[in-house]
Every structure is written in structure tokens, then in C-alpha cells.
């Protein structure tokens, strides 16, 4: 009985940046190689074909000879079968005993049976297959229990947690504060036993030799976490720089701050007014003012700022016709004004002082403060932005409800920098001012936006 023989490819099509995974090959290469496939099993078809009508003829002869008994209609052929979309069906012949396989268009990978033979019961054995898009996870790129993204023809590996890399290929350090043993780089005599044992491109706390294993004739190196296989024959292990491979990362930048590279870690460090977390990854703010980590002398107040402190100290300002007298650290209050003196009246009835500590480059519009009237007088409460330009620039004065004002910031400010606003509330009676009352506002502006 004729059977042709059967060709298996097993293809895996991967697109990735050709400076990982080196298993998969590229896609142009990929479609070379399946039309010279494909023209292979064509030639082979052919000659199957020819070989197959010479059987034919033989039998054709055989039963003609044989006398018409025997070309007594016995059904022996199995149901027509069509060729998959985006696909071929290689072999014409539905007799029993005889096989079709199937092959798919470049782009797309069979799924079901690759061959298909009919049976003695006139059925074909195996599945109707079908030719899929390329699927480029299809090959399970990625490794250490990564999930692979279809990204249609390529792919991106969502990693394990403590894996990272295109592929998961590199193991995450553990912490974030490696420690090295220094005293074995910097002694002089375990540095020579070194060099005597290793070539000098192996030595280095960032470069590494690996370790390799010999299992059935296969050379198996690894690495240390935090190192990765480098060198012509797998034998270096170079330090991974997570800080240059986490520089712009989906899951965000390995620091806040300032990332370092260490022999086989990395660390962060933050600027001077912040600790670390810990985490190791973030800042944060040092309260300088809670801690006696400040200079403010007694008369002055500490105010706590992203990253440092300011010592403040409010005097009650100059009026003409009028005395303020502090009634606390950060609020003045007029003197009562003399009966007929209309001048002194109009003055402000206080000022009241507040510091905002805030972070560079904040976004706008926002509220930063609220001034409300808490026993209101007269029928209208008016509110105002007093001040230069500056304050202008990125302040603006809204009212929030009947007796509320607030001070919004309109536009970013990038820091370092000491924004000062006013904001006045005045209350009337038929037109008439009741009293006027001050409140500033001085905003501390971090450098950074944390
Ligand atoms: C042979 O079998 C096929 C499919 O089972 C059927 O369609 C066809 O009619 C049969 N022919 C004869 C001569 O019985
Ligand atoms: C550091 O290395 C030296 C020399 O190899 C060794 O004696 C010492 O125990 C090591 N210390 C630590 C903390 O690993
Ligand atoms: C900041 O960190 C250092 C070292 O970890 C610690 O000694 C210090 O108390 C911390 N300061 C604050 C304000 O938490
Ligand atoms: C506090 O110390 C800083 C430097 O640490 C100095 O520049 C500043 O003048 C000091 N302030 C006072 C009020 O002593
Ligand atoms: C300010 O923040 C916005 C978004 O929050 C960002 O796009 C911009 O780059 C930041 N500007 C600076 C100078 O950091």
C-alpha cells in the first residue's frame, strides 16, 4: 500500500528585539525557509502524484483483468476534505490507506492534525485543522512564569514577580540594598589568588565567572542573581545595570530619586532632607521641625518644607493710623480705633499669616487655602487677590460658598521657589465696609516633586 512519507516542521515564529532570545529567529528568515517548505512538498507531491496514477493504472489493469467482479462498486473512499483557510491540503487521493497533509500560509500556524489518513471505516482519522494568525506567544517566550502579550507579531512578557527583563530573563534583586563584601575586592592577597585562578575579563565585582554544570554532554552555566550570562562561551557573568534597564519602565522608574548601580543590585538614595523608605525605592521628607534637626531660634516658628525647613517669625506690619498687636504667632489684630477716626476704620481689622509647604511642579488648577467668615456681619462678604504680579501669575481668589473664599493655584511652579499671595475678605452692609481682614499666604516651593 502507498503511503508518502511524512514531514514534521515544528516552527515557532518569535518577533522580539533581535538582541534577545536568541532561540527565535527572524521573521524574514521564518518565511525563507516556509516557501522553500513549501516548495519541497510540492516537487514531493508531484512525484507522489505521478507514482500513485502509475499504481492506479496497475490496479485499473489488475481489475480489468480480473473480470468485472471485482469492479463491483466497493466503496472505499472517505469523504471529500477540504484545504484549511490561509492553507493547503498536500495529497488528491480519499481512498482508504492513503494520507493528506496540511500546510499553512506564512503568518499562520496549523492547529489540529498535520496529517489526516482514511481509515478502513471511511473516515479520516484525526482533526480538521486550521490555519491561525501567528500567535508570537506561541513559543512561550517568556520565562520564570511570565505571561506573554500578543502584541500581533511580537510580543512583551508581563514577569513574575522577581523576574524582569524582555523575557524574564533576569532575576530581580531581592533587596534593594545589596551588600557587598568589599574587604574580599579590596585585599590585596585574595585579589591576587584571583587573578592566578581567573582571566583578567572574568575578575571585578561586576563581572563575574559562571558556574557551569555538565549534565549529558550539555554545558549548563548560571549566574549569580543580578548578573547575567555574557562571554563567547557562556562562561562570564555580567552585572545587570537595573538602573539603565528600568530607566523609562512601564512599572515605573526603579527610584524616586537617584539610581545606582552596585555589583549585582542596585540602590537608591535620595537627596539630602529626605530618608529613604523602606522600600528603598522612595524619599521621604525629613521633619526637620519635629526633630530638632533645625535652627530656628525662640521667637521664631519652624515650618517644615519638602526637603529642608524654614524658620519664620511674623512681625505685625506698619499701618498709617493705625496698631496691630499680635494676638498669636502668626495672626495681628488692629487696635480698636478712635470713634471719629474714619481712617483708622478703614484699615485691615487683621492679618493673619500661613505657610504651605508644597511640592515642585503641582499640578493646576487646585485649592490651596479656604477663608471663611465665621461670624459674618453686613449683608455682602466680598473676597479679592491683593499683590504684585507674581501672585497674579498663579493665584486666583473664588468663592467657594456663601462665606467661604478660596486661593487657587492656577499654573505649576517649579521649585525652588517662595510664593507669596493675599487674600482679602472685606464685609458690607448696604455698600458700607464693616471690616477688612488679611490673610497671606506664603507657599514653600520644594526643587523636587516629591
Ligand atoms: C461512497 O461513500 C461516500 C461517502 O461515504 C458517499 O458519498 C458515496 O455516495 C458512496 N458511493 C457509493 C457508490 O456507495
Ligand atoms: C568577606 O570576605 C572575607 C574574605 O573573603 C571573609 O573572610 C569574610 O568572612 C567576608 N565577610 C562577609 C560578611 O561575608
Ligand atoms: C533617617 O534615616 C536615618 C538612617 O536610617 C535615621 O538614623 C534617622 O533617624 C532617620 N531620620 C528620620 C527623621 O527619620
Ligand atoms: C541655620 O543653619 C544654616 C546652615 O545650616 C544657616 O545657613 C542659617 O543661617 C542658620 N539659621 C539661623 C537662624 O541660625
Ligand atoms: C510637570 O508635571 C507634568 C505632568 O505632571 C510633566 O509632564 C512635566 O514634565 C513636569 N515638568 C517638569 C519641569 O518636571
Known amino acids: 500500500m502507498f503511503a508518502s512519507a511524512v514531514l514534521v516542521f515544528t516552527l515557532c515564529l518569535c518577533y522580539l528585539n533581535p538582541t534577545v532570545g536568541q532561540d527565535c529567529q527572524s521573521r524574514q528568515d521564518l518565511q525563507g525557509s516556509l516557501k522553500q517548505i513549501q516548495k519541497l512538498l510540492s516537487t514531493y507531491e508531484a512525484s507522489n502524484l505521478q507514482s500513485l496514477r502509475n499504481l492506479k493504472k496497475k490496479i485499473n489493469l489488475l481489475q480489468s483483468t480480473a473480470g468485472k467482479q471485482i469492479t463491483k462498486a466497493v466503496n472505499s473512499t472517505c469523504p471529500k476534505l477540504d484545504a484549511p483557510m490561509n492553507g493547503r491540503k498536500l495529497g488528491r487521493s480519499h481512498s482508504v490507506g492513503h494520507e493528506v497533509h496540511f500546510l499553512c500560509d506564512p503568518g499562520y500556524e496549523l492547529v489540529g492534525s498535520e496529517s489526516r489518513v482514511c481509515q478502513d471505516s471511511l473516515t479520516w482519522s484525526g482533526q480538521q485543522p486550521a490555519c491561525r494568525d501567528t500567535n508570537a506567544c506561541a513559543c512561550s517566550p517568556c520565562l520564570n512564569g511570565g505571561t506573554c502579550v500578543d502584541e500581533r507579531k511580537k510580543f512583551s512578557c508581563v514577569c513574575a514577580k522577581g523576574w524582569a527583563g524582555a523575557t524574564c530573563q533576569n532575576q530581580m534583586p531581592k533587596f534593594f540594598v545589596i551588600m557587598t563584601n568589599t574587604s574580599a575586592a579590596t585585599s590585596p592577597a585574595t585579589n591576587a589568588a584571583a587573578a592566578a585562578t581567573l582571566p583578567a575579563a572574568t575578575s571585578g565585582p561586576f563581572v563575574r565567572p559562571s558556574r557551569c554544570t555538565l549534565t549529558q554532554g550539555t554545558t549548563h552555566c548560571t549566574c549569580e542573581p543580578g548578573y547575567t550570562i555574557s562571554g563567547r562561551d557562556s562562561n562570564t557573568c555580567t552585572d545587570i545595570d537595573e538602573c539603565e534597564l528600568f530607566h523609562n519602565g512601564q512599572a515605573g522608574r526603579l527610584c524616586l530619586h537617584t539610581c545606582i548601580n552596585t555589583p549585582g543590585g542596585y540602590r537608591c538614595s535620595c537627596p539630602v532632607g529626605y530618608n529613604s523608605t523602606r522600600d528603598g525605592r522612595s524619599c521621604k521628607d525629613i521633619d526637620e521641625c519635629a526633630t530638632r534637626q533645625n535652627n530656628c531660634t525662640k521667637d521664631q516658628t519652624c515650618i517644615n518644607t519638602y526637603g529642608g525647613f524654614q524658620c519664620v ?88 460658598d456663601r462665606l467661604t473664599g478660596q486661593l487657587m493655584l492656577v499654573s505649576p511652579v517649579q521649585g525652588p521657589a517662595t510664593l507669596e499671595a493675599e487674600v482679602e475678605m472685606s464685609e458690607l452692609e448696604k455698600g458700607v465696609q464693616l471690616g477688612r481682614f488679611i490673610t497671606k499666604v506664603t507657599m514653600f516651593i520644594s526643587q523636587y516633586e516629591f
Open 313 to 400: 517669625h511674623v512681625d505685625c506690619p506698619k499701618v498709617p493710623h493705625a496698631t496691630y498687636v499680635k494676638t498669636s504667632p502668626m495672626r495681628c489684630e488692629r487696635n480698636p480705633c478712635p470713634l471719629d477716626n474714619k481712617a483708622c476704620s478703614q484699615t485691615p481689622n487683621s492679618f493673619s499669616y500661613h505657610y504651605l509647604a508644597v511640592v515642585s511642579n503641582l499640578s493646576a488648577p487646585r485649592v490651596m487655602f479656604r477663608v471663611s467668615a465665621l461670624r459674618p456681619m453686613g449683608d455682602t462678604l466680598r473676597f479679592s487677590l491683593l499683590g504684585g504680579k507674581l501672585a497674579r501669575r498663579h493665584f486666583t481668589v473664588q468663592r467657594s
